[in-house]
T-cell receptor, first 112, second 114 residues
Framework: LAKTTQPISMDSYEGQEVNITCSHN???????ITWYQQFPSQGPRFIIQ???TKVTNEVASLFIPADRKSSTLSLPRVSLSDTAVYYC?????????????FGQGTELSVKP | GAVVSQHPSWVICKSGTSVKIECRSL??????MFWYRQFPKQSLMLMAT?????????EQGVEKDKFLINHASLTLSTLTVTSAHPEDSSFYIC??????????FGQGTRLTVV
């Protein structure tokens, strides 16, 4: 499993766009990049997943360069409720028994 | 879809007693479930992989006799913390596979051993 590295913490203000970058230099050819969000005292929640280029859904965008050694989660116009820990994971699709190993995550603090 | 429910949400028990935590997949069948433990201000640590109808696979350093896992059906896995001690106090989270590369997570169980 590829190891991921992301900033430990980030601060932002309401209404700003937040970009969290994750490094995964040893990502394998078939691996996907997945991001989860976790609020205090709750289980993680799936945000977005991608393989290459750009993926967008109703809550975020995921940018993956051609070499796939990094990825950037983009949260548009954050609000106070986006304060949470964000985890970047590299996963093997199609493997039900595949483990999800969480790194340290990025603690995002959104201020008014 | 992909709703995973844990019960209880929190529990307080006396040192030396056992506590059972249930994890259910509500709208899908989960042949594989995962149990994590999370201490304050730390990331999730994988404890074990629970396979329906077979023995669980434990991560290195996790005592299988202390953390008993049973996955008797396609929608239920249980984690029993036996002879709990204060150092077992933690946030326990279960997870289940539902789509390629994706997992549903329970809301977590806060265990406090006094």
């Amino acid at each position: 499993l590829a190891k991921t590295t992301q900033p430990i913490s980030m601060d932002s203000y309401e209404g700003q766009e937040v970009n969290i970058t994750c490094s995964h230099n040893n990502i394998a050819t078939n691996d996907y990049i997945t991001w989860y969000q976790q609020f205090p005292s709750q289980g993680p929640r799936f945000i977005i997943q991608g393989y290459k280029t750009k993926v967008t859904n109703e809550v975020a965008s995921l940018f993956i360069p051609a070499d796939r050694k990094s990825s950037t989660l983009s949260l548009p116009r954050v609000s106070l409720s986006d304060t949470a820990v964000y985890y970047c994971l590299v996963v093997v699709p199609g493997n039900q028994g595949g483990k999800l190993i969480f790194g340290q995550g990025t603690e995002l603090s959104v201020k008014p | 879809g992909a709703v995973v429910s844990q019960h209880p949400s929190w529990v307080i028990c006396k040192s030396g007693t056992s506590v059972k935590i249930e994890c259910r997949s509500l709208d899908f069948q989960a042949t594989t479930m995962f149990w994590y433990r999370q201490f304050p201000k730390q990331s999730l640590m994988l404890m074990a992989t629970s396979n329906e109808g077979s023995k669980a696979t434990y991560e290195q350093g996790v005592e299988k006799d202390k953390f008993l896992i049973n996955h008797a059906s396609l929608t239920l896995s249980t984690l029993t913390v036996t002879s709990a001690h204060p150092e077992d106090s933690s946030f326990y989270i279960c997870s289940a596979y539902y789509l390629p590369g994706r997992r549903g997570f329970g809301q977590g169980t806060r265990l406090t051993v006094v």
